[in-house]
């Protein structure tokens, strides 16, 4: 007899399978393998004593401060820890019940509906302007479709085009002067009919410059702003175009002025969920979140939100992730952005690990190797 200590991240239900289990055990078996840990914040204490008891009756638990049973504190907050099955069970026997449990019931619910996407988009950047933090990322007109050929033949699914840094400390641009930097990489594009070959995404929040890119056969937006403009959300309505909705605190001349948030993942969540309302009430359809890494967040909130970027996958959106080369790789690993490759696809490949559907990168053919890696080990 042997025994084999297998990995928690395992495909489960590939091994009942090959085990010849049945397919309703399949079932059952794969979803006790998952589990999930669930921060509730503010919970009544009434809630709080009833949601330990419901989950102890189901198989789960709750944990909650010394002094809940006797309601030392009005609210508090308790960490869920149950299988998919576990919270399957939970969330319906919370419906019923009082405290605001049937709002916890629901969220429960909103958690069970995260699915995984099977292939993660990489997204090329490319950079008509010449203050980028990363200088090999610029490029004027011809060396741009050089670039941009390259990372379709890399295997780039998007590739991104800017005129204006949006690094900490970034001179302002007019609208004038940034359409006048891309113009002829996007011209070159639609003459070249690049947009058949890959999807092209279109980095700014000028209504001018997007309008234009549109016209040039782009279908992405990519807004730093998050869709402050209403015009740029009828602009991506009217034209059936994908909307990335990124977050960030300040604007990118103030962002790192020691940024602060009362929770970052609970702010996050919450700007999103404003911005999506705003979006649909205006006619976007096709949403993409992005959580901002580096756009007004110190280390520990970059890591905070890379390491529990499935918190968001609850709002039903795909999430994009771009901390290639950036500046949170120094404080962990002091080095210049020519030397960040290796930390780039370490964050990148947690990011996908945790929920991301897309990584906006510098390196397009290291990123679609380390993908190819990563779902070669997640069939096993």
């Known amino acids: 007899m042997q025994l084999e200590l297998l990995s928690n991240e395992i495909d489960i239900k590939k091994y009942l399978r090959n085990l010849n289990v049945d397919s309703g055990g399949v079932s059952i078996l ?30 789960a638990d709750l944990a909650v401060p010394r002094g809940t049973v006797v309601a030392q504190t009005p609210y508090v907050d308790a960490i869920l820890i149950a299988t998919s099955r576990e919270l399957e069970k939970l969330s319906k026997k919370e419906l019923a019940q009082p405290f605001g449990l049937s709002e916890v019931a629901k969220k429960l619910q909103d958690i069970l509906k995260i699915k995984s996407d099977s292939k993660a988009q990489v997204m090329g950047i490319i950079n ?24 379709i033949d890399d295997g780039a699914d998007i590739i991104d085009i800017g005129g204006v840094s949006s690094a900490p400390s970034a001179k302002v641009v ?20 690049l947009y058949k070959e ?66 970052i993942l609970s702010d996050v969540y919450t700007f999103f969920e404003q911005r999506i309302e705003k979006a649909k009430s205006l006619g976007v359809k096709d949403i993409v979140l992005d959580v901002g890494i580096g756009f007004g967040k110190t280390l520990e909130h970059n890591l905070m939100l890379i390491k529990n970027l499935k918190h968001f996958k609850t709002l039903g959106y795909p999430l994009l992730v771009g901390a290639s080369r950036k500046s949170m790789i120094d404080k962990i690993s002091p080095s210049h952005a020519s030397e960040r490759l290796a930390g780039t696809l370490a964050i990148h490949l947690e990011a996908v690990k945790n929920g991301a559907s897309m990584v906006r990168v510098h390196d397009v053919y290291e990123h679609v190797q380390a993908l190819k890696i990563k779902k070669a080990l997640d069939e096993i």
């Open 30 to 59: 794969g979803s006790k393998a998952e589990h999930y840990i669930v921060l509730i914040r503010d919970l009544h204490v009434g809630g709080a004593n009833i949601l330990k008891q419901d989950a102890l009756s189901v198989g």
């Open 128 to 151: 008509a302007n010449d203050d980028s933090f990363f200088s090999d990322s610029r490029f004027s007109d011809k060396e741009a479709i050089e670039a941009i050929k390259k990372m």
């Open 174 to 193: 007019s609208k004038e002067e940034e359409l006048r930097r891309v113009k002829p990489i996007l011209d070159l594009i639609q003459s070249q009919k």
């Open 198 to 263: 890959a999807q092209f995404s279109i980095d700014s929040y000028e209504p001018l410059v997007i309008e234009y890119a549109l016209k040039c056969g782009f279908r992405v937006v990519n807004d730093i702003t998050g869709l402050q403009s209403d015009e740029v959300c009828r602009l991506c309505a009217s034209n059936g175009a994908r909307a990335i909705i990124m977050h960030m605190q300040g604007t990118p001349q103030t962002m790192q002025d020691k940024p602060e948030y009362e929770n």
